[in-house]
């Protein structure tokens, strides 16, 4: 039982979490934004590997070898019966041909063509920033206007509106409750997916540490402690809301993109507002708010006390005579709710507290003004 | 004479109560104007007007020449209006060095990709944090720089609040709400004094709501009273404080 803590998939889960946890730790633990429509966000890198990725990659393909995607088109029409789809792209994104097209043609495809592959990576993140991007004005719209608990309100609503309602409904956008394959990439496309989202991950936490010991990680904290002091003192706090937002949601995004790598066959609610918004907000709650280090270690702790708990989910479930009831199928849920409630209780700051953001050596300073009334 | 500050019929309601009732207060520029009047008089109302923390509804708010009624407040700030508030709201999860140091404002380093570019703001971070260690020197919070707002005494709260208000860089106008009550008396006068001093060698502006008018008196140069939402008197500090009408404000209330 010791090796699946250090297996491929687990350690792209953590890194994915980590990353999110650092995320949302800028929104909720620094800038006090209570971000509860996190998982959104986190799909929109997902969706731009699979209901916009295969798109891009059938039509990349198309432009490419036309005869080939002609027969390939020609092939699929003869196994699906009835199919309405004009190109390969229509193809690509439908539910009932997605698969054969993207193992069958564009995987192989795009593993032999090394340039093109590079270059639909490079294409896919930017159409995840960009998403990201997209999402994240639509949010800072209502944050710049909405105060904290209606802020979260909104959030986890418009977050559940597009990963429950709008992608899980509509099957042309993203597959819907059939779920698309995503467009993967090399011939190992987990070491791919794991190297992603570490070196993710590793910059994630630099590009965080870097801006909490900044006067932007002042200025945050200084926003979330006392709204209407900030502005008095000049700062715009619509701007700042909006910058911390957008920053958060391009790091999510991207964190969704190379999740999506490993997992390849999902639906919008692989991303739901349990795993990808109440998970992370357990773990920086447990590790620190505005501590980055928190955040990743709440992340390790949380995620290995989690697997250690499904683990064992069945004898615990039999020993709490739960049978095969529905309690016990959510057990994870009720542990995880209970976790957050007992870490409020005992450990309000978090493992690791808030730090005051390093600017300069202000010992030296001190050491050197001496001051009119020293 | 000219004013920095010049309010007009300032009218603001809390559902039936006027707490300003057509206040015309002008500042001169250069100067040090108190603003007195017992407790509900609507002082620091007017200061929350004048500051944009509140929408008046009605009157103008006339600033440097600018009509700056509908504007928020972080834009009156970077027009040179600075402001205090009476019940310190300080920045808890801050360092008193921190609170004091975030009151200048135009940091190049406050972007999420300036940020961590520090070549780009060491040098106003420096002078930043350099004045913000002078002006907690004088106010005596020096040896509890790295401490949080939680962490001090009521009075130490109101003089971090005075360490704030006095690190914008060159403001046209600072609004002081009571900067000394809870301080203790020689202190009271040294920050006083220190007012003074901006005033003389900068031509700074101050106008200063004020309890203790025995230590404020002497270092002002123009008065203004307030009851029920009203001004009731103008004028030299110590001519309006033998106002009857100022008097029987303070005695009726």
């Given at each position: 039982?010791?090796?699946?803590?250090?297996?491929?998939?687990?350690?792209?889960?953590?890194?994915?979490?980590?990353?999110?946890?650092?995320?949302?730790?800028?929104?909720?633990?620094?800038?006090?934004?209570?971000?509860?429509?996190?998982?959104?966000?986190?799909?929109?890198?997902?969706?731009?590997?699979?209901?916009?990725?295969?798109?891009?990659?059938?039509?990349?393909?198309?432009?490419?070898?036309?005869?080939?995607?002609?027969?390939?088109?020609?092939?699929?029409?003869?196994?699906?019966?009835?199919?309405?789809?004009?190109?390969?792209?229509?193809?690509?994104?439908?539910?009932?041909?997605?698969?054969?097209?993207?193992?069958?043609?564009?995987?192989?495809?795009?593993?032999?063509?090394?340039?093109?592959?590079?270059?639909?990576?490079?294409?896919?993140?930017?159409?995840?920033?960009?998403?990201?991007?997209?999402?994240?004005?639509?949010?800072?719209?209502?944050?710049?206007?909405?105060?904290?608990?209606?802020?979260?309100?909104?959030?986890?609503?418009?977050?559940?509106?597009?990963?429950?309602?709008?992608?899980?409904?509509?099957?042309?956008?993203?597959?819907?409750?059939?779920?698309?394959?995503?467009?993967?990439?090399?011939?190992?496309?987990?070491?791919?997916?794991?190297?992603?989202?570490?070196?993710?991950?590793?910059?994630?936490?630099?590009?965080?540490?870097?801006?909490?010991?900044?006067?932007?990680?002042?200025?945050?904290?200084?926003?979330?402690?006392?709204?209407?002091?900030?502005?008095?003192?000049?700062?715009?706090?619509?701007?700042?809301?909006?910058?911390?937002?957008?920053?958060?949601?391009?790091?999510?995004?991207?964190?969704?993109?190379?999740?999506?790598?490993?997992?390849?066959?999902?639906?919008?609610?692989?991303?739901?507002?349990?795993?990808?918004?109440?998970?992370?907000?357990?773990?920086?709650?447990?590790?620190?708010?505005?501590?980055?280090?928190?955040?990743?270690?709440?992340?390790?702790?949380f995620l290995i006390g989690k697997r250690l708990f499904e683990y064992y989910q069945i004898p615990i479930s039999n020993a709490l005579h739960?049978?095969?009831?529905?309690?016990?199928?959510?057990?994870?849920?009720?542990?995880?709710?209970?976790?957050?409630?007992?870490?409020?209780?005992?450990?309000?700051?978090?493992?690791?507290?808030?730090?005051?953001?390093?600017?300069?050596?202000?010992?030296?300073?001190?050491?050197?003004?001496?001051?009119?009334?020293? | 004479m000219d004013y920095i500050l010049e309010a007009h019929d300032l009218v603001k309601k809390f559902g039936e109560l006027r707490a300003l009732?057509?206040?015309?207060?002008?500042?001169?520029?250069?100067?040090?104007?108190?603003?007195?009047?017992?407790?509900?008089?609507?002082?620091?109302?007017?200061?929350?007007?004048?500051?944009?923390?509140?929408?008046?509804?009605?009157?103008?708010?006339?600033?440097?020449g600018e009509d700056i009624t509908d504007l928020p407040p972080h834009e009156r700030f970077r027009k040179g209006l600075v402001r205090s508030?009476?019940?310190?709201?300080?920045?808890?999860?801050?360092?008193?060095?921190?609170?004091?140091?975030?009151?200048?404002?135009?940091?190049?380093?406050?972007?999420?990709?300036?940020?961590?570019?520090?070549?780009?703001?060491?040098?106003?971070?420096?002078?930043?944090?350099?004045?913000?260690?002078?002006?907690?020197?004088?106010?005596?919070?020096?040896?509890?720089?790295?401490?949080?707002?939680?962490?001090?005494?009521?009075?130490?709260?109101?003089?971090?609040?005075?360490?704030?208000?006095?690190?914008?860089?060159?403001?046209?106008?600072?609004?002081?709400?009571?900067?000394?009550?809870?301080?203790?008396?020689?202190?009271?006068?040294?920050?006083?004094?220190?007012?003074?001093?901006?005033?003389?060698?900068?031509?700074?502006?101050?106008?200063?709501?004020?309890?203790?008018?025995?230590?404020?008196?002497?270092?002002?140069?123009?008065?203004?009273?307030?009851?029920?939402?009203?001004?009731?008197?103008?004028?030299?500090?110590?001519?309006?404080?033998?106002?009857?009408?100022?008097?029987?404000?303070?005695?009726?209330?």
């Amino acid at each position: 039982m010791s090796v699946w803590i250090f297996s491929d998939a687990f350690l792209i889960t953590l890194f994915s979490f980590i990353t999110v946890a650092i995320s949302l730790n800028l929104e909720a633990g620094f800038t006090g934004i209570p971000n509860f429509g996190k998982h959104v966000f986190v799909f929109v890198g997902a969706f731009a590997a699979q209901g916009i990725g295969v798109r891009i990659a059938a039509w990349i393909y198309e432009k490419v070898e036309p005869q080939a995607a002609q027969q390939a088109l020609e092939h699929l029409r003869s196994m699906v019966p009835g199919a309405t789809w004009k190109s390969l792209v229509g193809a690509a994104a439908d539910v009932d041909a997605n698969r054969i097209v993207v193992n069958n043609y564009l995987r192989p495809f795009f593993v032999s063509h090394v340039g093109l592959e590079a270059l639909l990576v490079v294409l896919l993140l930017v159409v995840t920033v960009a998403l990201a991007l997209f999402f994240g004005l639509i949010a800072s719209y209502a944050a710049l206007r909405l105060k904290e608990d209606y802020l979260a309100i909104l959030l986890l609503s418009f977050a559940e509106l597009m990963v429950m309602v709008l992608f899980y409904q509509s099957q042309s956008l993203n597959g819907g409750n059939q779920g698309l394959w995503a467009i993967t990439f090399t011939s190992d496309p987990v070491k791919f997916a794991l190297i992603g989202s570490g070196a993710l991950a590793f910059i994630s936490y630099l590009y965080a540490e870097r801006l909490a010991n900044s006067p932007m990680g002042r200025a945050m904290r200084a926003v979330r402690d006392d709204d209407v002091a900030a502005s008095v003192f000049g700062r715009d706090i619509a701007v700042i809301r909006l910058k911390v937002i957008l920053v958060s949601s391009v790091l999510a995004g991207l964190a969704g993109f190379f999740f999506i790598q490993n997992a390849a066959l999902s639906t919008s609610m692989t991303f739901n507002r349990v795993i990808w918004t109440f998970l992370p907000w357990a773990m920086i709650i447990l590790g620190g708010m505005a501590n980055n280090l928190g955040a990743v270690v709440g992340a390790i702790v949380f995620l290995i006390g989690k697997r250690l708990f499904e683990y064992y989910q069945i004898p615990i479930s039999n020993a709490l005579h739960l049978g095969s009831s529905i309690v016990s199928a959510l057990l994870p849920n009720i542990f995880i709710g209970i976790f957050i409630i007992v870490i409020l209780y005992a450990l309000p700051q978090g493992i690791l507290p808030e730090k005051p953001s390093k600017t300069v050596k202000f010992e030296e300073i001190l050491e050197s003004e001496q001051g009119e009334e020293a | 004479m000219d004013y920095i500050l010049e309010a007009h019929d300032l009218v603001k309601k809390f559902g039936e109560l006027r707490a300003l009732d057509g206040v015309t207060i002008r500042v001169p520029r250069g100067m040090v104007t108190l603003l007195i009047g017992p407790n509900g008089s609507g002082k620091t109302t007017f200061i929350n007007t004048v500051s944009g923390v509140y929408k008046p509804d009605a009157g103008r708010v006339i600033f440097d020449g600018e009509d700056i009624t509908d504007l928020p407040p972080h834009e009156r700030f970077r027009k040179g209006l600075v402001r205090s508030f009476q019940v310190p709201r300080l920045f808890t999860g801050l360092t008193v060095l921190e609170n004091t140091a975030f009151a200048r404002y135009g940091n190049p380093g406050e972007g999420v990709i300036s940020g961590i570019l520090k070549k780009i703001w060491l040098g106003f971070e420096t002078q930043t944090v350099r004045k913000a260690v002078r002006l907690i020197s004088f106010t005596k919070l020096r040896h509890l720089w790295d401490k949080r707002p939680g962490e001090l005494s009521g009075g130490q709260m109101k003089l971090l609040e005075v360490s704030r208000v006095m690190m914008p860089d060159q403001p046209k106008l600072v609004l002081m709400d009571e900067p000394t009550s809870g301080v203790f008396p020689s202190l009271a006068h040294e920050i006083f004094r220190y007012i003074r001093r901006l005033r003389e060698e900068y031509g700074m502006t101050f106008l200063i709501v004020e309890h203790r008018l025995d230590i404020a008196v002497e270092y002002a140069d123009y008065a203004y009273a307030m009851a029920y939402g009203k001004v009731v008197a103008e004028g030299k500090p110590r001519e309006v404080l033998e106002n009857p009408k100022v008097i029987e404000s303070y005695l009726g209330g």
